[in-house]
C-alpha cells in the first residue's frame, strides 16, 4: 500500500493535511454528570465522567486537590478481530496513564480537595489515532460534566511518509509509517503529551511538531462548535421550563 | 516550510453507504477478521483536460505535469472531431508493450480503478504502468474516479468484483462525456462538438453494457486497424498480443480447430495444491535455469537437495522458460538420472519444424519427427550414466511466476512461407533468441520479409500446453544483425541496462551554471566552505586507464615530521551535486551503475557530473571526500580521519605514465616521490593483505584496440597489462573502503551499505579438485581462502605459465559473487569478503559509477557529523529495496560488458581473418570434455568456444579424456582438460539467423575439420 502516491493522495482519498471527518455528540447518558461520544472517520469513543465526588477509598483522598482516576476499556468488537482485552492489560493501562498525566495538568483539581473525579472510557471501534479520540472525548466530556479547566486539550496524531507530514492516520497508516501523537493547550499553546512509539528522525521532527500544533487548534475550533451548540440547547430548553436569563445570572 | 491549510473532511453519516466498504479477510494462519475501510469522496478530483473551465484551480491543474490536450487527440480517422482513449485493465494487462510504443500515442485517461486492478493482478506490469505515467513522451492522465463523489461506485449485491469494476470504468467513461460537453457549453460559440472519450475494453459484453449507456467503446484491434493508413499502422498491429481470440469474441470460435489439438505438455497443478505441496515438502520451488548447451534439459535449485533438480526433456521441463519461479515433484530415486555430456543445439535439431501450425495435417507428422530424435537424444544420454553422477530428477508442475521479458531475437528465415519483400500477408515464423538459454518463440507477423536479417524484441505472451513452442509478438526491430548499433541496443535490452538518455526533470536537478560551475572563492559566503577542509595546495594526482573521463578518485602522501606518513585518498563528491530523494536520485538508484561497454559508456549520472563536475580533472578545484590516514613507514595505521575536501588535483597520469615517472631515476620532483612513496605503502599493505589470507584471482580480461575513435573498428586483441601502479591504486581504494566501512557500521548499525563476498560451499571446488588432481597430480585446499590462495601458488606448471592463470580462472568461476548489503539484515559473522580477506567492507571510492558508494558517502557524511542523514537511509527496507537493485543491475552490467567484449572479438577475428587471408589459428587450452565435443578456452583472446565432433568419440567421463581418431593409419589421440590445443578460429554466420557466432575447429594434435 501507498500511504501517500504521486498525485498526493492517500489509501482513504484523503490529501496530505486533512483530517478525517469528526462527528461530536454530547448529549446525556445515564446517571454520569458529563459523557461525550467523539467519532474520528471509523474511530468511535464514548467517555463518561463522573464526579468530583466522594473518593470511594480512603486511600485515594487527597488531602489538598481531588483525585483523577482514569479507567479504559476496550471493546471486543471495536477491532476487525475479535479480542477481549483483560482490564490489566499493559497497552490499556499504559494509555490510561497517559491520559490521567494529560488531565491532571489540565483540571484544576485544587479546587475540589479529597475528592474524586473518575473518567470512564469505552473505546467502541477503532482504526487509529485512539488516544488522539480518547484525549478530545475526555476534554468535551469533563466540560459537560462542568468541572473547571485551564484550557482545552486537543489531541492529533501525525506522521512522516518519506518526508511528508501527515495528519490524522488510520490504521493502516499507522501500521506503516512513524508517527506521534500530540495534545496541545490552545490558548497557551503549551504542549503537555507527546507519545511516540516508533523511531521518527530529529530532522523530521520540528516540521511535523508545527502541523500537528495547527492541527490541534483546527480540532480545538471544531470542539469548541459542539460545546457551544450544546450550551445554546441547554439554555434553550430552560427557557421553555420557566428559567430565565436572570435566573441564570443568578 | 511553505503555508498549509489544515482542513476537516466532513462526511455526513447517511454517505456511509457509499463511503464505507466492509470485507473479510482470511489470514495466514486461518482467521477470518472483519475489515471496515472509509473513503472521502471529493469534487475537487481533477479530470486533467488542459484549460478546463470546471476543474480550475484543483489540485494537480497547474500543468507542471503532462495534461491532456483541451481538442483531444484529432489524429485518429475514426475521430476527425477529436478523442480521449480510456483503456480498461484487460488493455493494460495484456497490450502493454504497444502502449509503450513510442509511435502510438493518443490521450490516455487511466482510471485509478485499473491502475489498482492491475496491481492485483501482476507488480510487473504494474511497475512499467508506473513508469509509463511518468514518462516525458506520454499523455497520460491518472484519473481518481474511485476517489470523486459522482464516479464511485459499490459493489452491488450478487456482483463479481470484475463487474464492480468494470461497471466503474463505464460510470467514469460516462462522467468524462457529460463532463466535457458541460465544459464546452461554458464557453459559448466556440467549436461545439465535443470530443469522444472512448472505450476500450476487450471484453464483448462489457462493450455491449456501454453501448447501452451510450458510451462509444472499440476493441483494441479494430482501434489500431481503423487508425489512418501510414507506415506505423503495420507495427502498431504487429505490437498487438496475440489474444486468444475465441475467449474474446464468443461468435468468432471455431471450436473444431480447438477440440482436435491434442497436448502436448501436462497443464499444471492448481496453485493452491502448489502451495499445500510446497508447504509439505512434496513439491519444491525454485527458479528454472535453462542448460546452454543442451535445450533439452534444466536444473532447478532448491533448498531441499544439496544437489539441483535436474529436468531431462521437454515434457519434464513443462514450458518453463529461464528465470522463471517453478515447482518441480522430484520423482523416486530409482528414476534419477545424470546430466547428459552432450552438446544438443536446438537449431540445429529443429530445423524443420513448421511454424505454422494448427490446422495442417503434416505438421503432427514433423511433430513426431521432433519427438523422436528428441527422445533418441535423451536415451542416448542415459545409456551411459553412472550412479556416482546421479542427481534428484524431476518435473515441472506449475510456475509460480513467470519473469517472461522482452527478448532480442532473430527471425529464423526458414520458417518463412514467403519471402516475397512486398507480401503483407500474415505469416507465423520462429524467432530465434540471441541467448541460448531460451526456446524458439512463435509469432504472428506482417513484415517478416522486411524483418529477416534484423534484430528485433519480441515478448512471450502464453505457452499453452497445446503448442510446443511459446507465443510472442514483435515489439519493433532493433536494426540489421553486425550492425554495431543494433548490437550495442540488443545488448543493453538483453541486459536490461537502462539505456534512455536522462529526463527533464533529472537534468532539471544538475547546478544552473552548467560548464562554467566553479567551486567558489574560499572568502566568500558561500555554504560549499562550510566544513570544508581546504586540501588545495596538497600534492595530490590521480592515476587512471588511458582516455579516463569519470575519475573518480585521486591520491597524495607526504612524509610527518613525526616519521610517519601521511596518506590521502581523495573521491568525488557526488553527494554534493546529487541530493537525497530528488529526481537525478531516483534515476540513480534505478541505473545502479554505469555500464562500460567497448565503443559506450551508459552513465549513471548525466555527463556534466561525472565527466566535469565531480570528475577530479588536474589543475581545477573540485570538490571531495577524503579519507586521511597517518601510517607508519611499515604501512601500519596509526589514525584515519575522514573529512569534506576542496582540492586542485595537479596532474592525471594513466597507469603507464605513472609507472615510467616512478621508474625513471631522473625524475626528483616532489609528485614523483609522492608516487614512490604511495607505491612503498601500497606493496606493504598489499603483502599485509596477501598475509592474511587475500585471493588472487584472475579473470580473462582482454582489451580492445580500436582503430580510431571514429571508426570503431576493432584492430586486435590484447591481454590487459598489469602493472605496479595499478595495484598501488587499488590497494589505498580498498584501504579506504575498508575504513569507511568500519566508521559506518560503527555509526549506523542497522542500515549501513556494504559490500561482502560469501565464502563458497566446498562443493562448488569438488569438480576442480577432482580433475586436478586425476589430470596433473594438485591438490586444492580450499577449507579457507588463505589456504586456497597459497594451494593455488602451488598449482604451476613450469613449462606452461599460462596455466596457473587458467586455473585461477576456474577456481573464480566456483566462487559466489560479491554483493551489496544492508548491515541490519544479515548476522554480524557474515559481513566477511572472502576474496579480500577482510572482515568488513564496502564500496566508496567510485561514485560517479556505483550508486552504492552515493548511499555510502551520505551515511560517512552524517557519520563524520558533515550533513544530517536523509530519512531513507534510516529505513532498513528502503536499503534494502535499493541495494536489491544495485545488485541486480551490477550482474547485469558486468554481464553486458563481457558481451560487448565478446562481440568486439568476433569482429575483430573477423577482420584479422580477412587481413591475414587466412584462418586464425590460436593456443588454447581444454577446460571441459563432452562427449562430442571440446570446451576450449582460448587465453590471448579471453574467448571461450566449443569444438564439436560429428563422429563419435571413445569418451571417459571420470578421467577427463576423449579419444579421437586422428587420421586414418594414425591411430587414436586422447585429449585430457588442461592439455594445450591448437584452434582454427572463424567467425560462421548462422544461414538461417542470420546470428554471428565464433566455431573453432581443432589444428592440433589432431586436425578435428574431418570429424
Known amino acids: 500500500m501507498e500511504v501517500l502516491n504521486a498525485d498526493g493522495y492517500r489509501s482513504d482519498g484523503r490529501r496530505q493535511f486533512e483530517l478525517r471527518s469528526i462527528t461530536i455528540d454530547l448529549a446525556q447518558h445515564g446517571a454520569a454528570d458529563g459523557t461525550a461520544t467523539i467519532v474520528h472517520g471509523l474511530t468511535k469513543v464514548f467517555v463518561s465522567v463522573l464526579g468530583p465526588r466522594e473518593a470511594k477509598l480512603r486511600s485515594l483522598t487527597i488531602h489538598d486537590r481531588a483525585n483523577v482516576n482514569v479507567e479504559v476499556n476496550v471493546a471486543a468488537f471495536s477491532s476487525g478481530e475479535r479480542r477481549k482485552r483483560a482490564k490489566s492489560d499493559k497497552r490499556v493501562l499504559e494509555m490510561a496513564s497517559a491520559i490521567k498525566s494529560t488531565f491532571e495538568t489540565i483540571i484544576q483539581t485544587n479546587l475540589y480537595p479529597r475528592s474524586q473525579i473518575d473518567i470512564y472510557i469505552q473505546i467502541i471501534e477503532q482504526d487509529g489515532g485512539l488516544l488522539q479520540a480518547c484525549i478530545n472525548g475526555t476534554t468535551l466530556a469533563l466540560i459537560c460534566a462542568g468541572i473547571p479547566l485551564v484550557d482545552f486539550a486537543c489531541a492529533v496524531t501525525c506522521g512522516v511518509y518519506a518526508n511528508s507530514p501527515i495528519l490524522d492516520l488510520t490504521t493502516l497508516e499507522e501500521n506503516d509509517i512513524p508517527n506521534m501523537t500530540l495534545a496541545m493547550l490552545p490558548k497557551t499553546g503549551s504542549v503537555n503529551l507527546t507519545a511516540m512509539e516508533s523511531r521518527l528522525h530529529v530532522d523530521r521532527f520540528g516540521d511535523l511538531f508545527e502541523v500537528a500544533l495547527g492541527a490541534g487548534r483546527v480540532i480545538h475550533e471544531e470542539m469548541k462548535l459542539a460545546i457551544l451548540a450544546k450550551s445554546r440547547m441547554l439554555v434553550a430548553e430552560m427557557k421553555t421550563i420557566g428559567w430565565g436569563e436572570k435566573d441564570l445570572v443568578d | 516550510m511553505p503555508e498549509i491549510t489544515i482542513t476537516i473532511r466532513k462526511r455526513p453519516p447517511e454517505e456511509a453507504i457509499i463511503t464505507q466498504r466492509k470485507f473479510f479477510k482470511k489470514t495466514a494462519r486461518g482467521k477470518v477478521i472483519k475489515v471496515l475501510r472509509e473513503r472521502y469522496l471529493r469534487d475537487d478530483v481533477a479530470c486533467g483536460i488542459k484549460n478546463c473551465s470546471l476543474c480550475s484551480g484543483f489540485d494537480g491543474m497547474d500543468s507542471k505535469r503532462t495534461m491532456l490536450p483541451f481538442a483531444g487527440d484529432i489524429s485518429h480517422a475514426a475521430f476527425p472531431e477529436g478523442h480521449y482513449v480510456l483503456p480498461d485493465t484487460n488493455i493494460f494487462l495484456s497490450q502493454m508493450d504497444l502502449l509503450e510504443s513510442s509511435i502510438f500515442t493518443p490521450s490516455i485517461i487511466l482510471l485509478q480503478t485499473v491502475i489498482e486492478e492491475v496491481r492485483h493482478r501482476s507488480l510487473p506490469l504494474y511497475n512499467r504502468l508506473k513508469a509509463l505515467t511518468k514518462s516525458d513522451e506520454k499523455r497520460i492522465w491518472v484519473f481518481y474516479n474511485e476517489y470523486r463523489s459522482e464516479t464511485a461506485v459499490v459493489r452491488e449485491e450478487n456482483e463479481t468484483p470484475n463487474d464492480r469494476n468494470d461497471r466503474g470504468i463505464r460510470t467514469a467513461a460516462a462522467w468524462y462525456t457529460s463532463h466535457l ?80 489439438k491434442a497436448s502436448l505438455y501436462s497443464e499444471y497443478l492448481p496453485q493452491a495444491m502448489l502451495l499445500a505441496g510446497i508447504k509439505s515438502g512434496n513439491l519444491h520451488q525454485g527458479h528454472f535455469n535453462a542448460n546452454q548447451y543442451n535445450y533439452l534439459e534444466g536444473e532447478v535449485s532448491t533448498p531441499a537437495f544439496n544437489k539441483p533438480v535436474l529436468l531431462q526433456g521437454r515434457e519434464n521441463m513443462n514450458r518453463a522458460v529461464h528465470g522463471d519461479i517453478v515447482v518441480v515433484e522430484v520423482f523416486s530415486e530409482s528414476e534419477w538420472s545424470a546430466p547428459a555430456d552432450e552438446v544438443v543445439d536446438q537449431d540445429t535439431t529443429l530445423k524443420h519444424d513448421d511454424a505454422e501450425s494448427g490446422d495442417e495435417k503434416d505438421e503432427y507428422e514433423t511433430e513426431d519427427n521432433v519427438l523422436s530424435k528428441e527422445r533418441g537424444l535423451l536415451a542416448k544420454g542415459k545409456a551411459k550414466l553412472k550412479v556416482k553422477e546421479k542427481q534428484p530428477t524431476g518435473k515441472v508442475v506449475g510456475v509460480i511466476k513467470r519473469n517472461w521479458r522482452a527478448y532480442v531475437c532473430h527471425i529464423d528465415s526458414t520458417s518463412l512461407t514467403s519471402s516475397n519483400p512486398s507480401s503483407l500477408s500474415l505469416q507465423s515464423v520462429f524467432a530465434t533468441p540471441v541467448s541460448r538459454f531460451l526456446p524458439r518463440i512463435r509469432l504472428r507477423t506482417r513484415q517478416a520479409p522486411t524483418l529477416l536479417g534484423q534484430k528485433i524484441l519480441v515478448t512471450v505472451d502464453r505457452w499453452e500446453p497445446t503448442s510446443r513452442y511459446p507465443e510472442g509478438h514483435f515489439v519493433r526491430a532493433l536494426g540489421k544483425a553486425e550492425s554495431k548499433e543494433a548490437e550495442q541496443e540488443s545488448l543493453l535490452l538483453e541486459f536490461e541496462v537502462p539505456y534512455r538518455p536522462f529526463g527533464r526533470a533529472v537534468l532539471d536537478c544538475l547546478p544552473k551554471e552548467g560548464d ?30 588511458p582516455n579516463c573521463q569519470d575519475i573518480d578518485d585521486a591520491l597524495h602522501a607526504r612524509p610527518l615530521p613525526n616519521g610517519n606518513v601521511e596518506a590521502g585518498v581523495h573521491i568525488a563528491d557526488v553527494s554534493h551535486f546529487v541530493l537525497a530523494d530528488t529526481s537525478m536520485d531516483h534515476e540513480a538508484a534505478a541505473r545502479g551503475t554505469t555500464v562500460y561497454l567497448v565503443d559506450k559508456r551508459i552513465d549513471m549520472l548525466p555527463g556534466l557530473l561525472g565527466t566535469n563536475l565531480c570528475s577530479l580533472r588536474p589543475f581545477v578545484e573540485r570538490l571531495a571526500f577524503s579519507a586521511i590516514w597517518e601510517m607508519t613507514p611499515e604501512a601500519e595505521v596509526v589514525n584515519v580521519r575522514f573529512t569534506k575536501s576542496v582540492i586542485a588535483s595537479k596532474a592525471a597520469f594513466t597507469y603507464e605514465e605513472a609507472q615510467l615517472r616512478k621508474d625513471d631515476p631522473h625524475m626528483q620532483d616532489e609528485l614523483t616521490h609522492s608516487i614512490r612513496l604511495l607505491n612503498s605503502l601500497a606493496q606493504k599493505l598489499k603483502a599485509g593483505r596477501m598475509a592474511a589470507g587475500a585471493l588472487n584471482l584472475a579473470s580473462p580480461e582482454v582489451k580492445i584496440q580500436l582503430d580510431s575513435s571514429e571508426s570503431s573498428d576493432p584492430i586486435d586483441v590484447e591481454q590487459k597489462e598489469m602493472r605496479e601502479t595499478n595495484s598501488l591504486v587499488e590497494e589505498f581504494m580498498l584501504l579506504a573502503n575498508i575504513s569507511v566501512a568500519k566508521k559506518i557500521q560503527e555509526t549506523f548499525p542497522q542500515t549501513s551499505v556494504l559490500r561482502r563476498h560469501m565464502p563458497p560451499p566446498s562443493s562448488n571446488f569438488e569438480r576442480l579438485q577432482d580433475i586436478l588432481l586425476k589430470r596433473r597430480g594438485m591438490k586444492l585446499d580450499v577449507s579457507s581462502s588463505g589456504a586456497l590462495a597459497a594451494s593455488l601458488d602451488q598449482c604451476v606448471d613450469p613449462e606452461e605459465p599460462a596455466f596457473n592463470t587458467l586455473v585461477r580462472i576456474m577456481a573464480t568461476r566456483c566462487m559466489l559473487s560479491a554483493e551489496y548489503f544492508c548491515s541490519g539484515s544479515v548476522s554480524r559473522d557474515t559481513f566477511g569478503h572472502y576474496g579480500l580477506a577482510s572482515p568488513i567492507y564496502t564500496h566508496f571510492t567510485s561514485p560517479i559509477r556505483r550508486y552504492a558508494d552515493v548511499l555510502a558517502h551520505r551515511q560517512l557524511a552524517a557519520a563524520i557529523g558533515y550533513a544530517s542523514l536523509h530519512g531513507s537511509l534510516h529505513s532498513k527496507a528502503y536499503v534494502e529495496r535499493v541495494l536489491n537493485v544495485v545488485n541486480h543491475r551490477h550482474r547485469m552490467a558486468q554481464m553486458a560488458g563481457r558481451a560487448s567484449v565478446e562481440f568486439y572479438v568476433g569482429l575483430a577475428l573477423k577482420s584479422r581473418n580477412e587481413r591475414e587471408k587466412a584462418l586464425v589459428v590460436e593456443e588454447a587450452f581444454v577446460i571441459r570434455t563432452f562427449r562430442n565435443g571440446l570446451g576450449v578456452f582460448v587465453s590471448k583472446l579471453g574467448l571461450e568456444g566449443l569444438v564439436m565432433f560429428k563422429r563419435d568419440t571413445q569418451f571417459d567421463p571420470e578421467n577427463y579424456t576423449i579419444t579421437i581418431p586422428s587420421g586414418p593409419g594414425k591411430g587414436d589421440t586422447t585429449i585430457a582438460v588442461f592439455d594445450k590445443v591448437f584452434v582454427k578460429i572463424e567467425v560462421e554466420k548462422d544461414k538461417n539467423t542470420q546470428r554471428g557466432r565464433v566455431k573453432m575447429t581443432l589444428v592440433h594434435p589432431v586436425d578435428s575439420s574431418g570429424l
Open chain 2, 181 to 260: 460537453s458541460l465544459a464546452r457549453k461554458q464557453l459559448r460559440g466556440k467549436n461545439k462538438k465535443a470530443p469522444k472519450v472512448l472505450l476500450i475494453t476487450e471484453d464483448a459484453a462489457n462493450r455491449r453494457k456501454a453501448e447501452a449507456q451510450g458510451i462509444s467503446t472499440m476493441s483494441i484491434r479494430q482501434y489500431v486497424e481503423k487508425m489512418s493508413e501510414d507506415d506505423k499502422k503495420p507495427q502498431l498491429l504487429d505490437l498487438l498480443t496475440a489474444v486468444d481470440e475465441d475467449e474474446i469474441e464468443p461468435t468468432r470460435a471455431s471450436a473444431a480447430a480447438t477440440g482436435t
Open chain 2, 516 to 545: 562554467s560551475w566553479v567551486v567558489p572563492p574560499k572568502d566568500s559566503d558561500s555554504k560549499i566552505w562550510e566544513g570544508r577542509e581546504d586540501l588545495r595546495n596538497l600534492l595530490i594526482c590521480s592515476i587512471d586507464p
